[in-house]
């Protein structure tokens, strides 16, 4: 008998682990993961296991600082994941098996700005440094306005890409546009591939926060059917475009927010297709319900659920608040990783390691 997570990938659904723990990707890897995504809070977490010492101590002997270290031990995580994932891309010919690195989101810093052209500029030279001589990684680009005016040449020089923080369809669109114009630069097609990750549970918590008109059915559902919309838009976009890979959907941010939720409300509504992103214990946590996912990807809610969405939600305000969320949230954490390593740097010769 099939467990849940193997009934979710018989839908449709690739499961990419949002993880770079060594062990945990071998784990998840038996329970039918194909890729994985990094980004700086996982990689604070794994220093402060301590699980990491001899690595730190390492960089710390060589003479590295922080940010130096931040960068070499992330760097060194998502290869060792991309070393498991390898066969995936190589049996699916560059369709599957990625891992996704996160570039500097201390370029989209809102305490420290820099120049809109100097962003774009940086993002372009991050992405080919970090991706060179790495066909299974994916290079993950914000939906800021420098991260998508970075895509089409980050695309045209042959990078997989993994445009992150999307909320709304006017970013989505612009991403996608952008990146297809870099791909069509190209000498060929044979390898392009992208996705788009679409944060479907901040949307709800958008939704209850901001637009208290909206009854409680509908504003459960905000995420789900913005996120189904793109997906289907994405399903029509790449059809005749000659793309020999997909070009899909990940739906991230699938975590409940409301504790009311069943814990697997966004994979349930999302199995089918393209990629879901969960953390290791949303993945234990479904193995436990004992639940048989199918395809609800292109399951949309009564149409009476749908006007009153597009009655109540304003696209505009919604991309607003979420990005302005979600560059603190970007930008943050990566704050967070190099201070840790600073404690971690103390704690360390403190006991004369």
Excluded: C
């Excluded at 944060?199 to 939704?207: G, I, K, M, T």
């Amino acid at each position: 008998m099939p467990t849940p997570l193997e009934t979710l990938i018989a839908s449709g659904t690739k499961l990419w682990l949002d993880s770079i723990d060594p062990e945990l990707i071998v784990t998840n890897r038996k329970l039918g993961a194909t890729g994985a995504t990094s980004n700086p809070i996982i990689v604070a977490d794994l220093i402060r296991s301590n699980r990491f010492d001899d690595r730190l101590a390492a960089q710390l002997d060589a003479g590295h600082d922080d940010t130096a270290i931040a960068w070499n031990l992330t760097d060194g995580l998502v290869s060792e994941a991309q070393e498991i994932f390898q066969p995936v891309w190589e049996a699916t010919r560059g369709n599957d098996g990625y891992v996704s690195f996160e570039l500097d989101p201390l370029i989209e810093d809102t305490e420290a700005p820099m120049p809109h052209a100097e962003r774009v500029q940086r993002y372009i030279e991050l992405g080919l440094h970090w991706s060179k001589g790495h066909p299974n990684r994916m290079i993950k680009v914000p939906a800021t306005p420098a991260g998508i005016d970075a895509l089409e040449t980050l695309a045209a020089e042959g990078l997989s890409l993994n445009v992150t923080l999307v909320f709304t369809q006017r970013q989505y669109e612009a991403a996608r546009d952008a990146v297809w114009r870099g791909a069509q630069r190209r000498a060929s097609l044979a390898l392009f591939k992208s996705v788009y990750s679409i944060f479907v549970s901040r949307v709800d918590v958008y939704a209850q926060k901001h637009v208290p008109m909206l009854a409680a059915e509908a504003a459960g559902l905000v995420g789900i059917v913005n996120a189904k919309r793109m997906w289907q838009q994405n399903q029509t976009f790449w059809q005749g475009k000659g793309a020999p890979l997909d070009q899909e959907i990940v739906f991230a941010s699938t975590g409940t927010k409301n504790a009311d939720d069943p814990p697997d409300k966004y994979i349930a509504a999302l199995a089918g297709s393209d990629i879901q992103t969960n953390p290791p214990k949303a993945n234990d946590l479904v193995q436990t319900l004992g639940k048989s996912y199918t395809r609800q990807v292109d399951q949309m809610p009564d149409a009476s659920i749908l006007d009153a969405i597009d009655r109540h939600i304003d696209a505009t305000h919604l991309e607003s608040i979420l990005m302005e969320e979600g560059l603190a949230k970007f930008a943050d954490p990566q704050k967070g990783l190099i201070a840790t390593l600073g404690q971690r740097r103390a704690q360390m010769a403190g006991t004369g390691r």
